[in-house]
């Protein structure tokens, strides 16, 4: 069975200020792996995926994760954070069975 | 503009009540997914369908029903059975080959169920 840890359920950050979000996961077989975003209220909307390749992924709104097949984790960074970036945050992990969730990590932006 | 529709955005019902959500896609994906959202809890899988006439229990199936009558739709009823009923609820869709790896999903924008 595998599984996803979100290590941070919250991260406070001030707007301008770098971020990282970590993600571990355990799988016996090689996995895909994604992170999503959920603003208030609303579904959630991929991130970014690593599917084979590069092991460093760009995706949209300036994020971009790293996967570590050695430390099996995903962490998720940007460089710069804005007010807007507050929401949570799911790192999800898929294999041949299914696709898991990890418990999310809320990040808040201050001003 | 092809997506996911859940309706309605929110729901309120008595207790005892048994209530259907729906879920749409127009993105022709075979596989669809229905997940329950609590506070602190991330995503609970409660059924999954991967083809049309065919759909396998999640996690926590207890107190649900579904159906998948046809490809763009994978409606939910929350019974009377379903002891906590209250959350938020997510549909989902993806593409499906069988022999590989799950591909990532697409999710509606959810329907809140208040049961008083």
């Known amino acids: 069975a595998q599984s996803v840890t979100q290590l941070d359920s919250q991260v406070p950050v001030f707007e301008e200020a770098p971020v990282e979000l970590r993600c571990n996961y355990s799988s016996s077989v090689s996995v895909y792996l994604f992170w999503y975003v959920q603003y208030p209220n609303q579904g959630l909307q991929l991130l970014l995926k690593?599917?084979?390749?590069?092991?460093l992924v760009k995706g949209i709104n300036g994020f971009e994760a790293e996967f570590n097949k050695s430390q099996t984790s995903f962490h998720l960074r940007k460089p710069s954070v804005h007010i807007s970036d507050t929401a949570e945050y799911f790192c999800?992990?898929?294999?041949?069975?299914?696709?898991?969730f990890g418990a999310g990590t809320r990040l808040t932006v201050k001003p | 503009d092809g997506g996911i529709t859940q309706s309605p955005k929110y729901l309120f019902r008595k207790e005892g009540q048994n209530v259907t959500l729906s879920c749409e896609q127009n993105l022709n994906h075979d596989a669809m997914y229905w997940y329950r959202q609590d506070p602190g809890q991330g995503l609970r899988l409660i059924y999954y369908?991967?083809?049309?006439?065919?759909?396998q229990k999640g996690d926590i199936a207890e107190g649900y029903s579904v159906s998948r009558e046809k490809k763009e739709s994978f409606p939910l009823t929350v019974t009377s059975a379903q002891k906590n009923p209250t959350a938020f609820y997510l549909c989902a869709s993806s593409t499906y080959r069988a022999g590989s790896r799950n591909y990532e999903q697409y999710f509606g924008p959810g329907t809140r169920l208040t049961v008083t």
């Open positions: 690593y599917l084979s390749g590069s092991t």
């Open positions: 369908s991967q083809i049309v006439n065919d759909f």
């Open positions: 999800a992990v898929s294999n041949y069975n299914d696709m898991r």
